[in-house]
């Protein structure tokens, strides 16, 4: 399988893993899952995120999943998310997925960085770990994990480790810093790809701003696929025509805490995986959450036949 590079575009879908009911991992669904995301246009895949429930499995769990989802791909891009608290872990399993054939691996950092330099430091160890020859995307979601990375202190990882070759953006708000990254490559800062998070709530300015597509989850991710297309295309007042119908949907799967709940809703309601069950510990919907997810959804409907 052909390694990701700082040219890489469209969108990597950040995927769920499915579950059953007890708990296991569920097999079916996770290669009907890994279809439905390539049949719905998707450029490439991103598992073991944090949406992916990556901190509740275990590490041969983690390797099945990874070795799963690469032999349904068939040759397409996986990327596998290697964060863990410590190095040993990210060197781990990033060796064997990447031995296994992943395209690459993403790394976020640990919640206990606090300054420039302690952040610095740690790429600096995730790049000496790993050796200069996996490709590395860098999760930059400071919701998440409480660590706020500037726009300087980024620049200054891409010209040290030519290794870094992607940035999953997910600041918020994070607009300045697309544009900062592309006006330091304009003055010889090695290219990265930017592609972007945060369920894509910002997806069209992000695009406009110098983005190279999307990496995240959305219920509906051939939503993010068309809009992608339509502004390289230069067509951005169709694609954001079609972003706006899907956005009350979108908003509401944002819900901190509940959102992979809903998402995994959405996939079970649309027949692509089996369960809508989350690994323990995790929050279930209340038939007042589905009934406002059904509005949503029929609203949607109806509006995208009029489009």
């Known amino acids: ?13 950040i995927t769920v893993t499915p579950f059953l ?21 998707a450029n490439g895949l991103t598992i073991l995120g944090m949406m992916g429930e990556a901190p509740k499995l275990t590490l041969q769990e983690s390797v099945s999943v990874t070795l799963q989802t690469l032999k349904r791909a068939s040759g397409k891009p996986v ?19 990447m031995d296994a054939g992943a395209a690459g691996v993403m790394v976020a950092p640990p919640s206990t960085l606090r300054t420039d330099e302690q952040i610095i430091q ?10 200069p020859n996996i490709p590395v995307a860098l999760q930059d979601f400071p919701l998440a994990t409480g660590v706020q990375i500037s726009s300087s202190v980024l620049i200054r990882l891409f010209n040290t ?9 997910e600041d918020w708000p994070g607009l300045e810093k697309i544009s900062d990254i592309r006006a330091a490559e304009a003055h010889g800062t090695p290219r990265v790809s930017i592609l972007c998070g945060n369920a894509g709530m910002f997806l069209p300015e992000e695009m406009v701003r110098g983005a190279d597509g999307a990496m995240t989850g959305f219920g509906y991710p051939e939503m993010m696929v068309k809009v992608v297309d339509l502004i390289k295309q230069g067509r951005r007042e169709l694609a954001q025509d079609l972003f706006d119908i ?17 998402r995994k809703h959405i996939l079970a309601r649309r027949g692509v995986i089996a369960h809508a069950a989350l ?15 059904e509005y949503l959804i029929t609203r949607q409907t109806t509006k995208l036949a009029k489009l």
């Open 279 to 293: 690994r323990r510990p995790g929050p279930a919907l209340n038939s007042t959450m589905i009934s406002e997810i």
């Open 161 to 169: 480790h030519k290794s870094i070759v992607m940035l999953k953006h």
């Open 21 to 41: 009911p007890n708990g296991t991992i569920d097999e079916s669904s996770t290669d009907r899952l890994t279809d439905f995301y390539f049949e719905q246009g």
């Open 79 to 97: 990327i596998v998310g290697v964060s863990a608290p410590g190095l040993a872990a990210v060197g781990e399993l990033s060796a064997r997925v």
């Open 246 to 262: 899907y956005l009350p949907l979108m908003r509401y799967e944002q819900q901190p805490g509940l959102g992979l709940a809903i």
């Open 122 to 131: 740690y790429f600096d160890n995730v790049i000496e770990t790993l050796g």
């Open 1 to 13: 399988m052909p390694l990701i590079n700082n040219q890489e575009n469209g969108v990597y879908i």
